[in-house]
């Protein structure tokens, strides 16, 4: 299946919000760490809904914010999720990104770089479109460390990366990003139920729901273009 | 799309600029129309206000 | 009065312990965001107690950390608790640091970095030695936006720069740094009386005590040599 | 001090090598000793295992 396909089911689904509300709880604090000045160009990839793209316009001070999704049902859906002429979507893939060298002051990226069928690829150019000094925020909650996720590729046709967090550092270095931070997020809001609740119908236990939200959360790597 | 958005974007194939042909706007907004590589000439459409810049094997009939 | 002066006092009186334990709640967070890869060369500057240099020995894997510190009782006591062989302590000047170009891989500074007599100078210095990737990881309770830390000034003697969330940024761009992140990471660990209680010796209300703790929290800004 | 710091320190004022004279030794550790800039021929001390690399005008007696 392609990521057209998948995704444009989603986005007709209503996934597409019930992902930005989901997300929201992590991607928040990692857009506020973004060092973007008045009047810069970021840029959102795989935006779903484009929650962010509207986010970094409204309280980041951004010039213009762009979102790119591969799916068209995706990018019509955040179209119409805001009227702010600032704010612009496009249909795109990870593997071939449609900006010129240089363009693009920051990118974001939420639970969609482990789709790009060539990552490395794909952060080279990341690295191509950003200016000097730009940065990639790349956050994920599908990696190896976070084995509560593991199982989601059974959910979905299309292949995705599962690296280890030094998998991530060493995969920017090879695309030529400096490696800035690494964290995980907690997801802080995400109620979990007492424990006489557990088993519930996804979780266990408690302990590996507390584990998953509270503690691995949403692994966050930033990278610069030297 | 905004027309200022071609300050920034390129055919994902060969990263040459585009050339903007506008079928229909609604003020700012360009709904309808076509980008076309200023060096390959391969033609990337804009529907509903959003250009499709999918290399060429992606992109499906809508 | 000199640094020296003032914080040889501090040390003497075991002020450096005491500022470790506050310190830690928000300093651990940020230390553990560092990239800091096995073998790496780490510098804590204005490291009193010497907690980060331990720390990013003991969990983060450098291979080599040292601790600089315009007060040579701080640097002594620092000395003294630890018997890592790979760490170690110099006592030394932020506006002459004394270390080689390209030196070092990644730079923590927790509570000091305003102390500097020339900031910029100093962020300066800070570019030179380290290598071309490496991290400047700047923490900061005193800064403007945190109008509770205001009033610190009063109690020393030494002039304290303090700058807003924007004056950093654009201080370490001035120095040739990239800007790679900025945040404030609350402090959750530090208690916080019921209302009953207020006002206490320090706060007038619980409300300010929670903005000063939750909410403002340490500044932290992150640079990148290019 | 450790000698491997060697590899990194450096005069404070001009940035060039420090030449290490050692007076007391605790296995690797260097416990008393002095660091002589090679090129302007400042000396900084080594006291208690720990270099002063302060600038000399803002160094006092221990
Ligand atoms: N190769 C690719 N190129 C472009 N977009 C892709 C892609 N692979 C996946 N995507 C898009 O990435 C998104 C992942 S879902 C995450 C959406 C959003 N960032 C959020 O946080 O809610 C989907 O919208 C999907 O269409
Ligand atoms: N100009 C300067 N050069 C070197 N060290 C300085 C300095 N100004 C202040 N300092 C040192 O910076 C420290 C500030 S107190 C903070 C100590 C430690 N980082 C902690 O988080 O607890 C003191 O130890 C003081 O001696």
Known sequence: MSVREEFDDWASEGRDRGMEQRHWHTARHVL????VEDGET?????????????????????????????SPEMAHNAREYTDDDSVGFLIGDFGDLPFADDSVDHVFSMEAFYYAADPVETLREIRRILRPGGTFYCAVNYYEENVHSHEWQEFIEIEMTRWDRSEYRAAFREAGLHVAEQDTVPDRETEIPPASEFPTEE???REAMVERYRE???????GIAP | MKESLLDIICCPL????LEL???????EEILEGSLTCTDCGETYPIEDGIPNLLPPDMREAA
Chains 1, 3 share one sequence.
């Open chain 1, 203 to 205: 979780w266990d236990s």
């Open chain 1, 216 to 222: 691995f959360g949403t692994l966050l790597t930033v």
């Open chain 2, 14 to 17: 060969d990263k040459a600029d």
């Open chain 2, 21 to 27: 042909e506008v079928d229909e706007r609604e003020g």
């Open chain 1, 32 to 35: 506020s760490r973004m060092p």
């Open chain 1, 42 to 70: 970021v840029l959102d990839l795989g935006c779903g809904s484009g929650y962010a793209a509207r986010a970094l316009r409204d309280a980041g001070g951004a010039g213009r914010a762009y979102g790119l999704d591969g």
